[in-house]
């Protein structure tokens, strides 16, 4: 099955600064990729994903890149300020027109945003 | 706004109990998932079910089971509680589209369950 390894475990970085955190993934049929924030104490929510048609999305602060042929995915989050502390997960599936797949998750990066 | 109920907070149970953790979602969702967490372990799936009286096995099924008999709850089942289940249960569901693939998962605010 797939396998989805996340670096760093932990982070921090200066409010203001940028801050990246890296995923690989091992099936090379993976097609979705979305990120999920988890605040302290809270349900993990989705934050952006991107999808294998596109090697870059942006949302305001935040953006992945997608770089299929490497097999890895990255969270990039510009300008940070104290409310982006939490921890961040990536994920990976096949997704095909059926729409039920499911994700497998990698395992977290705490940031901490040093104010 | 879609809403992830789950039915405990906070659960102790002895070992060797049958434990049911249930969730209930509102936004009519066909896919419905339970995880553990823990902690440097991030989210790992349990089971799934796509459909009413459908399951399918995740990464870490043993000693559990589920229940899907309505479309609305999904109940995951502990049959006989041991201590190495103490975690945090997550629920989520999502939309099967078929037009987009994979959709966004609304987790539940999850349930720490403590086995003694």
């Known amino acids: 099955g797939e396998n989805v390894e996340q670096h760093p475990s932990t982070l921090s970085v200066q409010e203001g600064d940028s801050a990246v955190i890296k995923c690989t993934y091992s099936?090379?049929?993976?097609?979705?990729f979305p990120w999920y924030k988890q605040e302290l104490g809270k349900r993990p929510q989705l934050i952006i994903d991107?999808?294998?048609?596109?090697g870059e999305k942006k949302d305001q602060r935040i953006a992945v890149t997608l770089n299929k042929t490497a097999k890895h995915f990255s969270l990039h989050i510009t300008e940070t300020q104290p409310e982006d502390s939490a921890v961040y997960f990536c994920?990976?599936?096949?997704?095909?027109?059926?729409?039920?797949?499911?994700?497998?998750f990698g395992t977290g990066t705490r940031l901490t945003i040093i104010p | 706004d879609v809403k992830v109920t789950q039915s405990s907070r906070y659960l102790v149970k002895r070992t060797g109990e049958k434990v049911f953790l249930e969730c209930v979602q509102d936004?009519?969702?066909?896919?419905m998932f339970w995880y553990r967490q823990d902690p440097g372990l991030g989210l790992r799936l349990i089971y799934f079910?796509?459909?009413?009286?459908?399951?399918e096995k995740g990464d870490i099924p043993e000693g559990y089971s589920v229940s899907r008999e309505k479309k609305e709850r999904f109940s995951l089942i502990l049959e006989s509680a041991s201590t190495n289940q103490t975690s945090m249960y997550l629920c989520?569901?999502?939309?099967?589209?078929?037009?987009?693939?994979?959709?966004?998962?609304?987790f539940g605010p999850g349930t720490r369950l403590t086995v003694l």
């Open positions: 989520a569901s999502s939309l099967l589209d078929s037009g987009r693939g994979t959709d966004t998962q609304y």
């Open positions: 099936d090379s049929a993976s097609n979705y």
């Open positions: 991107i999808r294998s048609n596109v």
């Open positions: 994920a990976a599936s096949i997704s095909s027109n059926f729409g039920n797949e499911k994700l497998t």
């Open positions: 936004m009519d969702h066909e896919n």
């Open positions: 079910s796509y459909d009413v009286k459908m399951k």
